[in-house]
């Protein structure tokens, strides 16, 4: 509970747009996943962070498909999000994520959402989620902590855009919450967040 109640405090200084160190939440989870596991001493079968399972947890029911779905909420939310704001949209969201992405470089850009992606997802749903479900129910979890996420990745703008974007960040956050119900292993949501963030970033790019 100290490292959740942690995570959500740091990304509710959102609300005050000079402040950056919402960021740190993840440092906060990841730390915290790792200081429960050794506490606990949780059998390497019982982690939510494993490589050895990846094939037979990426083949459980549904968990394919629940992947993929980032890829088209990703493109359905800019696709809306240019139509309904315009460039003002796309623009936004490559505002918030320039402080910590290496557009111009593209082999440290694949290095950082691989590196980014795989921290958020141990600290949301290896820590925040995994974790709190084991005292709250699951979805109650995952809906606090992808409340959290979204506030987050918030950033200075038009009222209605930032709104609009992290109204599809909550979504993705669901999303990536269930392919870790249906998996038991942040590995294999981590995989989807690079997908669709991936994507994202590629369709962003095109639309400058």
């Not at 402040?19 to 390497?44: D, H, L, Q, R």
């Not at 997908?195 to 639309?207: E, K, P, Q, R, T």
């Amino acid at each position: 509970m100290t490292g959740t109640a942690i995570m959500i405090l740091l990304t509710a200084t959102k609300v005050v747009p000079s402040s950056n160190i919402a960021g740190y939440s993840v440092f906060v989870g990841i730390a915290f996943f790792f200081i429960v596991e050794a506490a606990a001493k949780t059998p390497n079968t019982e982690s939510g962070l494993r490589f050895n399972t990846i094939a037979e947890d990426i083949k459980k029911p549904g968990v394919i498909v629940w992947m993929l779905l980032p890829i088209v909420s990703g493109i359905a939310s800019l696709a809306a999000g240019n139509l309904i704001f315009g460039g003002e949209f796309a623009a936004h969201v490559m505002g918030r994520t320039s402080s910590i992405l290496s557009f111009d470089k593209t082999a440290l850009l694949i290095a950082e959402v691989i590196i980014a992606s795989f921290g958020e997802e141990i600290a949301y749903r290896g820590f925040f989620l995994g974790k709190g479900a084991k005292i709250c129910p699951f979805w109650i979890c995952a809906v606090v902590s992808s409340l959290a996420f979204a506030a987050g990745h918030i950033a200075p703008g038009n009222i209605g855009v930032v709104i609009f974007d992290a109204a599809g960040v909550f979504i993705d956050s669901l999303i990536f919450s269930e392919i870790y119900r249906r998996s038991g292993n942040c590995v294999i949501s981590t995989f989807s967040h690079i997908l669709g963030n991936a994507v994202s970033i590629a369709a962003v790019l095109l639309m400058q």
